[in-house]
């Protein structure tokens, strides 16, 4: 069993940064793929990122050159900095990693950005 928690979120003006951080507890061995997705208020869940234990990355294309995702596998934990935040970035981030075939979703938490 793995247990993924979000970590980091809060309210920010337009402009202004965040770092989300997502850590991963229990049967965390071998490969991995951890993702971010958010989903803002009446609308679907979208895509943000993905990182795996080797340290690809894809982004949206819409979060290419504001958001970077990173990893750190001694800590099974996986940020994401968000720089240049618009009021559209508003939206409840929610972390996903998989595992050997086995897929674990954070609580998710929320980010507003807001003067």
């Known amino acids: 069993q793995v247990q993924v928690v979000e970590s980091g979120g809060g309210l920010v003006q337009p402009g202004g940064s965040l770092r989300l951080s997502c850590a991963a507890s229990?049967?965390?061995?071998?490969?991995?793929?951890a993702e971010w997705y958010r989903q803002a208020p009446g609308k679907q869940s979208e895509f943000v990122a993905t990182i795996t234990s080797s340290g690809s990355t894809n982004y949206a294309d819409s979060k290419k050159g504001r958001f970077t995702i990173s990893r750190d596998n001694t800590k099974n934990t996986v940020s994401l900095q968000m720089n240049s935040l618009k009021p559209e970035d508003t939206a409840d981030y929610y972390c996903r990693f998989t595992v050997r075939g086995h897929t674990y979703w954070g609580r998710g938490i929320q980010v507003s950005v807001s003067s």
């Open positions: 229990g049967d965390i061995f071998g490969d991995y793929v």
